[in-house]
């Protein structure tokens, strides 16, 4: 079997799941694959009335608080416009960060390997070509910028370990500090300790885990990196579920702090939303970060339900 055809299956398990990786969906509808994804939803059904989340905050077993609700409505996006350099600018959520950081005033550089791929033209916006593995390449266009937002991924390999995430940020981190910047805001996902949590349905689980093991494992090297040996970078690590494509809500957060998936409310039963977020929201949050030091030096799961 040749690497394509590979790539082909890793991408067709994964958007199975509903950890959609492309945004061509409309592949679904004439694919035996939507059959058996509604069935998925039969089992794990969205509940017609969600849950209120009338609480501000939660507790976990222990009786400590530690799940917050955020709404950022209230916080706002920073009024400030801000100097902002996009890694992986090119990508689904890299888009919608773009995108949104263009309409609330601030100035992008989209670092890109592909700058073809870039749809979005505007005044505030420079697309460059550059091999994100290079600090000397990466030097000219972090220097300068109030903040560097990362939504870089990288593929499961049958034949290899992945390790994009990690090399990546080595060359990022090694620049930012070259060059003085401290803020970063990078995306993993939920689980990059490897372990499901006790609401995790079985096919995350028992599938889609096993599955994307070597993603979420240099996903967690990424994270021990940041946390244990880059003192003088401010980063904040966002966590999400599955990610969808889907407009850029307003609804509020729910986010735990330090925790690899978020803590939902007992006896909710909310099906499969809960493990899903849309890829604008995930850019919402990680813009909005950047008006707050709520989450400076912070890894967060973040939820919307
Ligand atoms: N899929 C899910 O359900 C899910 C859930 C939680 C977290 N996540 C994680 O969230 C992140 C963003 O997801 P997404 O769906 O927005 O990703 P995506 O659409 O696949 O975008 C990935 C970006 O990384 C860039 N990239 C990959 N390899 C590169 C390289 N060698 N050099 C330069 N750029 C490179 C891609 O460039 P090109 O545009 O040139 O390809 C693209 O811009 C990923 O890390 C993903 O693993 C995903």
Known sequence: MNLENVKKINKLGIELLGFSTVS????????ALRVVQLSLFMFFPIPASLPVASPRRSK???????TLLVNHRRLQTCKVSKKLAVLGATGQTGQCVVQQALQHGHVVV?????????KISHSNLKVVKVNIFSSEELVSHLEGQDAIISCLGFSISFLSPVTGYLDSMKAIVDTMQKVGVTRLVTMTSWYTNGEASPQCPWTIRWVLLPMIKSV???MQEME???TNDCGDINYTIVRPPGLVNGSCTDKEFRTTLNAFSVTLPDNCDIGLSGFHVSRADVARFMLNVLSTDKWDKKAVAIALI
Request: hydrophobic share 35%; proline share 7%; aromatic share 10%.
């Open 24 to 31: 061509n969906e409309s592949w679904y509808a004439s694919s």
């Open 60 to 66: 976990n077993k222990k009786g400590e608080p530690c």
């Open 110 to 118: 989209a670092i890109v390997r592909n700058p073809q791929k870039m």
């Open 216 to 218: 979420l494992l240099n």
């Open 224 to 226: 021990h990196f940041l």
